[in-house]
Nanobody
Framework: QVQLVESGGGSVQAGGSLRLSCAAS????????MGWFRQTPGKERERVASIGSDGGTTYADSVHSRFTISRDNIKKTLYLEMNSLKPEDTAMYYC?????????????????????WGQGTQVTVSS
């Protein structure tokens, strides 16, 4: 049974930093494409960043150069380092997983492309 558990959310002032973690269990983690998504009330869930089994990464334009996604295949943990946070980064953040080739992960921009989801962790950025 696949389980994803996020942690690390919280409240921070604009310009600050947070590091989110997603602990995975129940599957061959290193063969999966992993992603971070975020959602605010009334809006669709949007992809923030993805990382393939080969370590290749892609980012949404809105977070590029501020956020860094990484993975530790031994600890089966996904990370999202968020710097220079803005009020518009306020959202519930979710990690997601799908078994895939690295090539597929490079184009896995849509939430429908992911199979497994965590429960989310709230990030609030105040101005």
């Amino acid at each position: 049974q696949v389980q994803l558990v996020e942690s690390g959310g919280g409240s921070v002032q604009a310009g600050g930093s947070l590091r989110l973690s997603c602990a995975a269990s129940g599957y061959s983690y290193n063969r999966y494409c992993m992603g971070w998504f975020r959602q605010t009330p009334g809006k669709e869930r949007e992809r923030v960043a993805s990382i393939g089994s080969d370590g290749g990464t892609t980012y949404a334009d809105s977070v590029h150069s501020r956020f860094t996604i990484s993975r530790d295949n031994i600890k089966k943990t996904l990370y999202l380092e968020m710097n220079s946070l803005k009020p518009e980064d306020t959202a519930m953040y979710y990690c997601a997983a799908v078994p895939s080739t690295p090539e597929y992960c490079y184009t896995a921009y849509n939430q429908a492309q992911y199979v497994y989801w965590g429960q989310g962790t709230q990030v609030t950025v105040s101005s």
